[in-house]
């Protein structure tokens, strides 16, 4: 806390007419309220000029404070930018947040300070329609160009349902073809160079050596690629929007869906700060059984990835190999999972006796069990 007061003092030194607002929070990380028209000098002082500084940019997002009940503690806004700072030195983060008054925002870009915010700007600004000035391409990145609004604001809709019946009027197939056509400025690329025309291909977004629905923009110059721009909306599942009407528990499923192959691990990410936001204590018990269903999903996750990747290298065998494996691995963890295996305090239930030893959890005893039931399906190389 010393340090953290020190760190307070020495921004209102730096910055004389600077008015900071400490605020407690549950995770214990340090955070300050900034006004926004001192938002960039700040964020430069922290990261270039202060001893030990903070030169990893962690995250950058917003919130829609607009139905909230407002404390008076801490400035009123419409919405709240919120920045997390890294300190390698100090090892420890800083949250830097940023009252929005106004309705339709807008502020100052800092990717001339972290390249990275490149992309954390232009997501705030998709999902929640604030401009940042300055920003080299501002445009949406999750969302398709066509799309009206900007979901993470209270005021989209939740559902297909609150939109009214879909019609696709001439007007609007006309606008979608024209999107459709491939404009290399929109996405930043330039046609030309000063000797030579540059041509684009598009990988994706289904392609069979993607497994997955990503999208990719090459700019090349003859057999040399210049660029390569990803598209990643594609990817997006709206699982922010889908949490805004659902409880604190009734939204665990949703996190399995994060990875299919590893929903438990999601489960736990989720949970974990549930808990730390309402002073939950898990038993030590269920903090073991956690962490053993997490790691059975992690190894399951890690067959279908080596499954896979093997054959695209032309390896059916070892694919075939993995996917009977996962089965086998499966069938034991389906004693124990259920929908959502792992509940907000605790866990679903105790462990089945392939999982335990003299009533205590043993990620030895599973083993065991796994190998001598299966253990004649792994291949010795």
Same mark, same amino acid.
């Given at each position: ?7 307070? $003092?020495?921004? #209102?030194?730096?910055?004389? $007419? ?55 503690? @801490? ?23 940023? !009252?929005?008054? +106004? ?5 100052? *870009? ?27 391409? /501002?445009?949406?990145? /999750? ?10 604001? =209270? ?16 007007? #609007? ?5 024209? *999107? ?15 000797? *030579? +025309? ?29 660029? !390569? ?13 889908? !949490? ?9 499923? %949703?996190? +399995?869906?994060?990875? %299919? ?44 990835? @080596? ?22 691995? /499966?069938?034991? &963890? ?11 305090? *605790?866990?679903?239930?105790? &462990? ?7 009533? =205590?959890?043993? %990620? ?9 039931? %299966? ?7």
């Amino acid at each position: 806390m010393e340090t953290n007061t020190r760190l307070t $003092d020495q921004l #209102k030194l730096r910055f004389s $007419d600077l008015h900071v607002i400490e605020q407690s929070t549950r995770d214990e990380i340090f955070t300050l309220w900034l006004p926004i028209f001192k938002l960039k000098e700040v964020l430069y002082y922290l990261k270039k000029e202060i001893a030990k500084p903070y030169i990893l940019l962690y995250d950058l997002t917003a919130i829609d404070e607009r139905t909230r009940k407002k404390d008076r503690d @801490y400035p009123s806004s419409y919405f709240t930018l919120v920045y997390h700072l890294f300190s390698f030195d100090r090892n420890s983060f800083l949250r830097i947040k940023v !009252a929005l008054p +106004d309705g339709h925002p807008s502020v100052p *870009s800092i990717t001339s300070f972290w390249a990275n915010a490149n992309w954390y700007e232009r997501e705030v600004y998709d999902m929640f329609g604030i401009h940042f000035e300055g920003h080299p391409h /501002l445009r949406r990145i /999750l969302m398709p160009q066509s799309w009206t609004g900007h979901p993470l604001r =209270k005021e989209h809709p939740s559902r297909a349902t609150e939109m009214g019946p879909f019609h696709l009027s001439d007007e #609007k197939q006309d606008l979608e073809q024209s *999107s459709l056509q491939f404009k290399p400025e929109e996405w930043g690329l330039e046609r030309q160079s000063d000797d *030579s +025309d540059f041509m684009f291909l598009n990988i994706g977004p289904q392609h069979p050596g993607t497994h997955g629905v990503l999208r990719i923009i090459l700019q090349l110059d003859g057999e040399d690629i210049v660029d !390569a721009i990803p598209d990643i909306g594609f990817h997006h599942r709206g699982a922010e929007k889908m !949490a805004e009407r659902q409880s604190w528990h009734t939204y665990i499923p %949703y996190t +399995d869906r994060v990875d %299919y192959l590893g929903g438990v691990n999601n489960n736990l990410a989720y949970l974990l700060a549930v808990e730390e936001l309402a002073g939950i204590k898990v038993p030590e018990r269920a903090k073991v059984i956690r962490v053993m269903m997490c790691e059975f999903f992690r190894i399951a996750s890690h067959l279908v990835w @080596y499954g896979t990747f093997a054959q695209d290298l032309g390896n059916f065998h070892l694919y075939f190999t993995c996917s009977r494996i996962v089965k086998k691995y /499966l069938m034991l &963890l389906k004693r124990y999972v259920a929908v959502a295996c792992i509940p907000t305090g *605790s866990v679903l239930e105790v &462990l089945p006796k392939t999982f335990r030893k003299d009533g =205590k959890p043993s %990620y030895k005893v599973f083993w065991i069990t796994f190998r001598n039931d %299966y253990g004649n399906m792994i291949p010795s190389c």
